[in-house]
Each structure stands twice: as structure tokens, then as C-alpha cells.
């Protein structure tokens, strides 16, 4: 009996020391030593209350946070004024660099990147960022963010109008050296207004008769395309659709270290967002969810079309990659509807590495809503065109 008491002793003493690096609440309890905590704010440097940076002009590019040495950001907190009516989130751009480099490894529209699209405020909550009240006004992330050789963060202005009011913290751990494995956080933008280019047309479900393959993923969405060794560890995804049809029926193909097909292939964009058959209804979790659905469109709400939000963060789940990491989705099946798509990708890379051209103003532009008196203006189209006084057929 004593030796089947100390062996399980043994067996759970095991269990326990192997579960610490993702046990956050394990890790808590540890001692930790040659780790001081720090911060650069925007606090009022004369001890009064004015503690934001304030009349960032249109073109002008303010710098956030700046230290030399080593360390790792672990909380950053922003809120910005005035609100997006005012200001549009996807014109102020965050950069960040590691190690003394002249390029960014993080480069996106501020609101995108804390889960905010189209320049609207909704609510967002999951482990690594969110956005909270008051109206989703502070924006917040809890990556962590390692840097051996210096660290900066700039925030620019291409709006046409100032920047009234710039607060945030950095929060970061300054450390002597860093452990050996940590990679470099990186954060990529993209956006794209699909076509079909396809004699299909726009035929998803089959509605236009027999459906193509699409075995190789040509013509994908692009999240990332990544060269070097790390892990990806998630994605903001925002889509806009123009038509009622379900957006959803294309499949998310992730090709590791240069493979000519999908390393992983899935079934459907919101089974890789872990939900099934078509959603829209607002849902969060830690990990993955739908903030924001086409139901916030009140009246204007027909079928799935409209803006949908979703996001997945693998961070108990990353994926892999020794060589090159290329994460696709399709927009329909065989890439065949017309989506207004864009992104923000996250991931890991063994050392900080420059990100593809970024997007400019005006390739960052959002197309709008269409709503129910489009349909109809559709319908009479449609009606003028087969010279008949109904609206009925196919």
C-alpha cells in the first residue's frame, strides 16, 4: 500500500511541475528574481492632472514608449479623443520595433488591431486583448512582447484632423538578459475588397449551378505569410458582406515551411472560429467569439449581409512553423463572393522581422454598408432588364 501511495505522490508531483508554463495561476505563486516592474505613461510629468499626450496634427508621429536594455512589455492600456465619429480609428497607425531596428514588426490601424472595426465601438473581451467601456474606448493588450537590444512604439496621425487626447500605459518587466527562446512579437494588417474572377460568378451553395474545387487555395485570403521559425497565435478577422448570402462556406488552408498544399485544411471559416452552421449572434470568450454581428445593424439586417467580427487566439493551441508559415481563407467556396475583408494577424518569430509594404490611406478604406433598399433597387434592376412586369422567377 505505501508503494502505491508514494508512486502516486510521485506521479502527481510530476504532473504538477509539468504544468507550470501555461498554468498562469501556478506561475503567480513563484518567486521571481533579477525581474523589475516598470512603466512609461503619458502621466502629467508637473504632477498635475493633464496626463495624456495632447495635439498629435494630422501627418505627425508621436513616440509612446522608448527604453534600451532588456525586457519584455506585458500590459498596455490606450484611450484615445475624441470618439471615432470624430476620429477614425483605421487612420491612426501603432508601430512597433524591437532590438534597435528601423523597421516595424507590429504596423496596423490602432482600432483593428485592439478588435475594433470599421471604426466603430463595441464591446471586445478576450485573453490577449479587448476593448472596454466606457463605449469600448480603452483599448487593451496583454501580450507579452520580449525585446533583448531597446524597444519603441509610435503611434501616427493620417487622419485630417488632430489627435485632441493620447493616453496610455506601457507596462514592461526589465530583466538583465533574456531566456534564449523568447521570439519577437509581430502584427501584420491587411485588407482586401475580393472578386470572383471566376465564369462561376458569385456561386456560392451552388445557386448558379455545379461548384469548382479549390484544392490548392489559389486566390485565398491572406491573414499572413510568414518566413523564419515561430508560432502563429491568432487573428482578427472582419468581414463585410454586400449580399444576404451566408460569407462563411470557405475553408481556412494554412501551408507550414513552403508545402504546395495546405498543411492544415479546414472545413469552413466559422468552423476554424470554432462555431458551426451559420452564426450571428454575439458570443466571447478567452479564445474565440463574434463581437460584433450584422444584428448590430438594426433595421438593415437580411440574411448574413452586413459586418461581422470574429476572432481566434491560439494561445493554448499555437501553430508551428520551422521555415515559413502561409495562412489563407477562402471568401466562398472556390473564392467566388464579393467580401470587403480585413485583418490583423498575430504570431512569434525567433528574431523581430520586417512586415510586408503596409497599405495606405486609401487601400485602407472601408467599403459601406448595403442594406434592404439596395436589394430592392436590385430587384427593379433585375425586373427592367428581363422587360417584365414581375419580380418573380429565376
Known amino acids: 500500500m505505501r508503494h502505491i501511495v508514494l508512486i502516486f505522490l510521485i506521479f502527481n508531483f510530476a504532473v504538477v511541475i509539468a504544468q507550470p508554463p501555461g498554468n498562469d495561476m501556478f506561475s503567480l505563486a513563484q518567486m521571481k528574481t533579477g525581474v523589475k516592474s516598470k512603466r512609461i505613461s503619458s502621466f502629467d510629468r ?66 483593428p488591431f485592439f478588435g475594433q472595426g470599421w471604426n466603430e465601438e463595441y464591446p471586445f473581451l478576450s485573453q490577449p486583448l479587448s476593448a472596454t467601456p466606457t463605449g469600448a474606448k480603452g483599448l487593451v493588450s496583454y501580450f507579452v512582447m520580449p525585446f533583448a537590444k531597446g524597444a519603441r512604439i509610435e503611434v501616427e496621425n493620417q487622419s485630417d484632423r488632430n ?15 533574456l531566456p534564449v527562446d523568447m521570439g519577437r512579437f509581430h502584427a501584420w494588417f491587411n ?108 433595421r438593415w439586417e437580411t440574411g448574413w449581409q452586413g459586418r461581422t467580427h470574429v476572432y481566434r487566439f491560439h494561445v493554448v493551441d499555437p501553430i508551428y512553423f520551422d521555415k515559413s508559415l502561409k495562412f489563407t481563407i477562402e471568401h466562398g467556396h472556390n473564392n467566388v463572393l464579393i467580401l470587403d475583408l480585413a485583418s490583423v494577424a498575430y504570431w512569434y518569430q525567433s528574431e523581430a522581422a520586417k512586415l510586408p509594404a503596409p497599405l495606405t490611406k486609401e487601400q485602407r478604406q472601408f467599403m459601406p454598408l448595403t442594406n434592404s433598399v439596395d436589394i430592392h433597387k436590385w430587384r427593379e434592376a433585375w425586373r427592367r432588364n428581363k422587360g417584365t412586369n414581375s419580380s418573380w422567377g429565376n
Open 191 to 298: 485588407h482586401q475588397v475580393t472578386d470572383t474572377e471566376s465564369a462561376e460568378g458569385e456561386n456560392e451553395w451552388g445557386v448558379l449551378g455545379p461548384q469548382k474545387p479549390n484544392p490548392k487555395g489559389e486566390r485565398n485570403y491572406l491573414f499572413a505569410d510568414i518566413k523564419g521559425k515561430g508560432q502563429f497565435v491568432g487573428v482578427n478577422y472582419y468581414v463585410n458582406s454586400p449580399s444576404p448570402m451566408w460569407y462563411g462556406e470557405g475553408d481556412d488552408m494554412i501551408f507550414i515551411d513552403g508545402q504546395d498544399s495546405p498543411t492544415l485544411h479546414g472545413t469552413g471559416t466559422e468552423d476554424y472560429f470554432n462555431t458551426s452552421w451559420c452564426p450571428k449572434e454575439v458570443f466571447m470568450t478567452p479564445y474565440f467569439g463574434y463581437p460584433r454581428v450584422n444584428t448590430n445593424d438594426k
Open 163 to 177: 489627435i485632441d487626447a493620447f493616453y496610455n500605459y506601457v507596462d514592461y518587466y526589465e530583466v538583465e538578459k
Open 46 to 111: 508637473t504632477g498635475n492632472n493633464n496626463d495624456r499626450m495632447e495635439a498629435i496634427k494630422p501627418g505627425e508621429k508621436r513616440t509612446l514608449f522608448d527604453v534600451a536594455g532588456a525586457g519584455m512589455i506585458n500590459h498596455i492600456w490606450i484611450t484615445i479623443s475624441p470618439e471615432p465619429q470624430h476620429l477614425n480609428r483605421n487612420d491612426i497607425i501603432i508601430r512597433m520595433y524591437w532590438d534597435g531596428n528601423t523597421f516595424p514588426s507590429v504596423e496596423s490601424p490602432i482600432g
